[in-house]
């Protein structure tokens, strides 16, 4: 049975290993993947400051995700899955859990970026593509901006 945690310090360690691995999943080569460790490495403050939550399986961690506030909103900063549990529902799962965080935190929509790989996941669960945004991890890459709107 699955249920979702608020992250705790502790646990810094295990979302860094699965955000590593999840993006690492899409085949990117050695260098990519150094600068991803660099712009996207989860903090014992980044837990403490953002609502940052995990979702659990017995004694699996199989995923996280965390909400940021910007001048532009609220934005999606992580969400993977351990590669491990991709393809098997989990994410829907936790896509579900976000939604009813969302929902109770008056959260009215979000948006976030993402990899071109990880795009049909987000447009299946609704997210809408508005736009292209320049990558932090390699010139001239440009990734997909979708938004979410919560009904």
């Not at 945690?5 to 899409?26: F, G, M, Q, T």
């Not at 989860?42 to 001048?71: K, R, W």
């Not at 393809?87 to 990899?115: H, N, P, Q």
């Not at 736009?131 to 997909?144: D, F, K, Q, T, Y």
């Amino acid at each position: 049975m699955c249920h979702i945690r608020a992250a705790r310090k502790h646990d810094v360690d295990e979302l860094n290993r699965i955000a590593c691995e999840s993006e690492a999943y899409w085949g990117y080569d050695e260098k990519f993947m150094e600068r991803f460790k660099e712009v996207y490495r989860i903090t014992e403050d980044f837990i403490c400051s953002n609502p940052t939550f995990i979702l659990v399986e017995g004694s699996h961690v199989i995923g996280f995700y965390a909400l940021i506030e910007t001048h532009e909103g609220t934005e999606l900063e992580y969400f993977y899955i351990d590669p491990r549990f991709i393809g098997k529902g989990y994410g829907k799962k936790m896509w579900e859990r976000l939604i009813d965080y969302c929902r109770e935190a008056g959260v009215k929509s979000f948006s976030l970026v993402t990899s071109p790989q990880a795009k049909g996941f987000y447009e299946r669960m609704g997210a809408v593509v508005v736009g292209e945004v320049e990558s932090l991890l390699r010139e001239g890459r440009r990734i997909p901006r979708l938004r979410y709107e919560i009904t």
